[in-house]
T-cell receptor, first 113, second 110 residues
Framework: DGGITQSPKYLFRKEGQNVTLSCEQN?????MYWYRQDPGQGLRLIYY???????QKGDIAEGYSVSREKKESFPLTVTSAQKNPTAFYLC????????????FGNGTRLTVT | QKEVEQDPGPLSVPEGAIVSLNCTYS??????FMWYRQYSRKGPELLMY????GNKEDGRFTAQVDKSSKYISLFIRDSQPSDSATYLC??????????FGAGTQVVVTP
């Protein structure tokens, strides 16, 4: 079955450590996205990529970095510069021919203590 | 002020009742409107997609868009306990960048 795989489901890190969240899709979608979800705030866009080797900052990019070396993969690194990294992180993808049809993974819950 | 406002609930209804959800927005350029359903600890899944104003029906779900009032609604008829989830509205003015509401938690009690 086609879909988006995020791993791990739960991740625990100590403050000051960088951590990388994995996102892989086999839907052959061109665009990929990273969102952060906090209680009561909905989804906020961190980074997005419409094509391999290119990506743009979203609304809350500070303290995060991404890469897009392959069409299928869009890993997100949460750096020690992110002031409040504990959150639920969602990866999504979209074909360039279907507005609004974001397909989401099942998320990674990151807890930093 | 947020571009998209959505009451977080929770909204509790008895099984079989109609669930009524809505969002208001401030950006008149929005023209693509969506509703997503999200179960606990899962990713959102697309329920309804509407372009511009009007109504769209799919089974027990009806989406309405009123661009003049900057107001969108989702109705769920004959609600079931399996409809218990968080419902997120989303909208955009162009391809690719969506603005999401905060989500409304719905609880359907047997």
């Amino acid at each position: 079955d086609g879909g988006i795989t995020q791993s791990p489901k739960y991740l625990f890190r100590k403050e000051g450590q960088n951590v990388t969240l994995s996102c892989e899709q086999n839907l052959n979608h061109d665009a990929m996205y990273w969102y952060r979800q906090d209680p009561g705030q909905g989804l906020r866009l961190i980074y997005y990529s419409q094509i391999v080797n290119d990506f743009q900052k979203g609304d809350i990019a500070e303290g995060y970095s991404v890469s897009r070396e392959k069409k299928e993969s869009f890993p997100l690194t949460v750096t020690s510069a992110q002031k409040n990294p504990t959150a639920f992180y969602l990866c999504a993808s979209m074909t360039t021919t279907a507005e609004g049809s974001l397909h989401f993974g099942n998320g990674t819950r990151l807890t930093v203590t | 002020q947020k571009e998209v406002e959505q009451d977080p609930g929770p909204l509790s209804v008895p099984e079989g009742a109609i669930v009524s959800l809505n969002c208001t927005y401030s950006n008149s350029a929005f023209q693509y409107f969506m509703w997503y359903r999200q179960y606990s600890r899962k990713g959102p899944e697309l329920l309804m997609y509407t372009y511009s104003s009007g109504n769209k029906e799919d089974g027990r779900f009806t989406a309405q868009v009123d661009k003049s009032s900057k107001y969108i609604s989702l109705f769920i008829r004959d609600s079931q306990p399996s409809d218990s989830a968080t419902y997120l509205c989303a909208m955009s003015d162009s391809w690719g960048k969506l603005q999401f509401g905060a989500g409304t938690q719905v609880v359907v009690t047997p």
